[in-house]
């Protein structure tokens, strides 16, 4: 059974419950908040405007902010589809300032568009030298332990095994993918069931790491179970996080529109959130879903509810991550 509204269905999404959220959960949420309240740009580029983005990006990068130099490369390669010299420029001063992401993403330029149209820039490296390079920052840490440097070391080498380490290590990403990779067919499982289990296992671990690209397909996993208290609990949870996915199911839910996992009614609070969607401009059916949603939502409420609701929103923009897509850190 699909509980879904036509677009969320396109998204999978719902949850949530009074239940507070665990320690971890809670960590996450914060740490997530603090690392875009420092940069605006990538803020924006996580919202998927790019063309907005790309400006902001630039003068930071040109401060000499990092990730900026990193993120201000993958809009521009993704604006343009390949690998331009612009784009390659800002990651080469990323890696140059030690930036393994992009060390790893310009070790990828044989696999990028311009090597087929013949239009890739030249490097002072190959990709194989900038390959060796990322690898030879984070190999001793991944011996060490260190579950980031594990998980980096599968971006690098592909080998599974680091995938694993880094998942066992704790690292929520590494769970996620793992559970994904299982779910399509990797591993190997005689006992017939053990596959979905492993499934869920990691999808669980991973959303208890914070991970909202878990957390929505974990709750998929309860809701077929039968387990709604699990999916309200983790439907509030990924929205905590700033999920846009999450936050239209659970906006939507809380406000009974429609009624699916059993929230207690908050008209209040539901048209908020479903409002702060408004800011999610690139049209569509996201806008479509948004507005509808709203008319739906306000024709139950009073003029004193709706007021009070653009303060609920405020007061939720203020204390919680900017609204996000996710998109993978290193795209293909």
């Given at each position: ?5 036509p ?22 949420i914060?740490?997530t908040q603090?690392k875009?309240?420092?940069?605006r ?15 902001q ?21 993704k604006?343009?589809?390949y690998?331009?010299?612009?784009a390659q420029h800002?990651?080469e ?6 930036s ?11 696999d ?25 920052r984070?190999?001793?840490e991944?011996n060490?332990?260190d579950?980031?440097?594990?998980y ?19 690292y929520?990403?590494?769970q996620?993918?793992?559970a994904?990779?299982d779910?399509?067919?990797e591993g190997?499982f005689?006992?017939p069931g053990?596959?979905?289990?492993a499934?869920s296992q990691?999808l669980?671990?991973?959303?208890e790491g914070g ?6 397909d ?8 039968g387990?709604?208290e699990?999916?309200?609990?983790w439907?509030?949870a ?13 906006g939507?839910?809380?406000a009974h529109a429609?009624?699916q ?9 539901g ?15 996201i806008q479509?879903f ?16 709706i007021e009070?609701?653009k303060?609920?929103?405020r007061e ?7 609204l996000?897509?996710?998109p ?5």
């Open positions: 059974m699909n509980i879904l509204n677009f969320l269905s396109l998204i999978v999404l719902l949850f949530a419950s009074s239940q507070a959220l665990g320690t971890e959960t809670s960590n996450f914060t740490n603090q875009y309240n420092q940069s740009g990538i803020t924006l580029y996580n919202q998927l405007k790019i063309d907005v983005a790309i400006p990006l630039e003068a930071e990068a040109k401060a000499g902010k990092i990730d900026s130099q990193y993120y201000l490369g993958e809009a521009l390669r604006r343009n589809r690998m331009t010299t612009e800002w990651y001063e990323a890696a140059n300032n030690g393994i992401f992009a060390m790893i993403q310009l070790g990828r330029l044989n990028d568009l311009c090597k087929r149209i013949n239009s890739c820039p030249p490097s002072k490296h190959s990709s194989a030298e900038w390959l060796e390079q990322a690898k030879d984070v190999l001793k991944a060490k332990g579950p980031e440097s594990l980096l070391m599968y971006e690098i080498t592909f080998d599974r095994d680091w995938l694993e380490k880094s998942a066992n290590a704790g929520s990403l590494a996620y993918w793992m994904v990779g779910r399509q067919g190997l005689l006992i053990k596959r979905e289990e499934v990691w669980k671990k991973a959303s991970n909202p690209k878990a957390m929505m974990y709750i998929e996993i309860l809701y077929k179970k387990d709604l699990g999916v309200r609990y439907l509030q990924a929205a905590e996080t700033g999920d846009q996915k999450a936050i239209s199911s659970y939507s839910y809380i429609p009624d996992v059993g929230y207690p009614l908050d008209q209040v609070k048209y908020a959130l479903i409002s702060l969607l408004k800011e999610l401009d690139g049209g569509g059916a479509d948004v507005q509808d949603t709203l008319e739906e939502i306000g024709s139950k409420m009073s003029a004193d509810q009070r609701s303060a609920v929103a939720w923009k203020s204390t919680h991550p900017p996000s897509f996710f993978e850190k290193l795209s293909r």
